[in-house]
């Protein structure tokens, strides 16, 4: 993918953790972030659009920021609940498509 | 009730053709980009393509252009998604769900209205 995440984040319960998006000047440095949240054996949800709005229902844990060819997503007062895997999206104006980053596993130990 | 509810998955042989259906209500469907997002056993999430509110606008993914077409039936609130020239790589679970992102369009005031179907699965094998 055009849009690189760490593979992996963990931290402990009430802990904050920040997942990190990298991309580039065609797609993150020009276009919003959003952020999903992909639970095993669910639909994913979505937790952040346009960099950093949240949709309705979304816990206020959850916080999401871009700068220059970067985003990154905070989960604040980390949960157990909260164990899954975290894909930031964006568009990339070169490719004329909707990119997926490559995913990072949050893991509460 | 705020619903996608997918159908139309299933097996079939690389080359072989299928159409996924998207039916959706409770919430006000031409207001909204509409998108198909599939993941692959064992991978992450894969953007297929989008359609603009009106339907006159569409974007594909480089793997799929060519061979699948998204459309929508604003009077029917439905999205569907015919797959032609299928490959084994095309083996995924399949979503639709609202489009967040404006890109490659003018204008889309998106506020925030996330839904998705449960998933359909098209195993495409011989």
């Known amino acids: 993918s055009v849009v690189t995440q760490p593979p992996s984040a963990s931290g402990t319960p009430g802990q904050r953790v920040t997942i990190s998006c990298s991309g580039s000047s065609s797609n993150i440095g020009s276009n919003y972030v959003y952020w999903y949240q992909l639970l095993p054996g669910t639909a994913p949800k979505l937790l952040i659009y346009n960099n950093n709005q949240r949709p309705s229902g979304v816990p206020d844990r959850f916080s999401g920021s871009k700068s220059g060819t970067s985003g990154s997503l905070a989960i604040s007062g980390l949960r157990s609940e909260d164990e899954a895997d975290y894909y930031c999206a964006t568009w990339d104006d070169s490719l004329t498509a909707y990119v997926f980053g490559t995913g990072t596993k949050v893991t509460v130990l | 009730q705020v619903q996608l509810v997918e159908s139309g998955g299933g097996l079939v042989n690389p080359g072989g053709s299928l159409r996924l259906s998207c039916a959706a209500s409770g919430f006000s469907f031409s207001d909204y980009y509409m998108s198909w997002i599939r993941q692959a056993p064992g991978k992450g999430l894969e953007w297929v393509s989008y359609?603009?509110?009106?339907?006159?606008?569409?974007y594909y993914a480089d793997s799929v252009k060519g061979r699948f077409t998204i459309s929508r039936d604003n009077g029917k609130n439905s999205l569907s998604l015919q797959m032609n020239s299928l490959r084994v790589e095309d083996t995924a679970v399949y979503y639709c769900?609202?489009?967040?992102?404006?890109?490659?369009?003018?204008?889309?005031?998106?506020?925030?209205?996330?839904?998705w179907g449960q998933g359909t699965t098209v195993t495409v094998s011989s």
């Open positions: 359609v603009s509110a009106s339907g006159v606008t569409t």
């Open positions: 769900a609202t489009h967040p992102d404006g890109g490659g369009t003018t204008y889309y005031n998106y506020d925030g209205m996330d839904v």
